[in-house]
């Protein structure tokens, strides 16, 4: 077998005071998400992700969220990041550039991927309301910008408009998925 006809995984685990992080990332699979991160709403966007990149994903996580969630989501950023640099392998492996526009009812994001090298997070988006219950949806950009640097990614994410704060994040993790 030839190394580019290796399935692209990647598995990573991280441990410190605050948090306890694995993921499993196979880039090549059918859309199974097995994630549990104690935090609902992160679970449910990073479902979405695994679904319509049509990634088998497994992500589970436990941290000090009785604290704030930033701990825990900031660390699941930063071994998803390193999971899809190892499951991605070299460059000649990879179509490196990738754009979707994705719509949600009345939301359109757009998100554009460069598989560079070069860590570097664009993220333009103003949200109507920054709570879904107890959840700050402002993590999300610390959560991306993780991702970014251990994936060693450049990452633009767009609003274009949106009302609905779920809706909008809904676009953007399909946008990435894409």
Do not use: C
């Not at 948090?19 to 059918?30: F, H, I, P, Y």
């Not at 490196?96 to 333009?124: C, I, K, M, N």
């Not at 709570?131 to 767009?158: P, Y």
């Amino acid at each position: 077998m030839k190394p580019t006809d290796s399935p692209r995984r990647g598995l990573i685990e991280r441990t410190t005071t605050e948090t306890s992080v694995k993921v499993e990332w196979g880039l090549d699979g059918v859309g199974n998400g097995k994630i549990h991160t104690t935090i609902p709403f992160l679970d449910h966007m990073l479902t979405l992700l695994a679904k319509h990149g049509f990634f088998d994903l497994t992500v589970q996580a436990n941290g000090d969220t009785d604290i704030d969630e930033h701990h825990t989501i900031e660390d699941i950023g930063i071994v998803m990041g390193g999971a899809l640099k190892q499951a991605l392998g070299g460059k000649e492996r990879i179509r490196r550039f990738g754009f979707a526009s994705v719509p949600l009812d009345e939301t359109l994001a757009q998100v554009t991927v460069d598989l560079s090298g070069r860590p570097y997070l664009v993220y333009r988006v103003e949200l109507p309301s920054r709570r879904i219950k107890s959840f700050d949806l402002g993590l999300f950009e610390d959560f991306f910008q993780a991702l970014v640097t251990h994936a060693a990614m450049n990452l633009h994410v767009n609003l274009l408009y949106g009302r609905n704060p779920h809706h909008i994040m809904e676009a953007i993790f399909k946008g990435l998925a894409k």
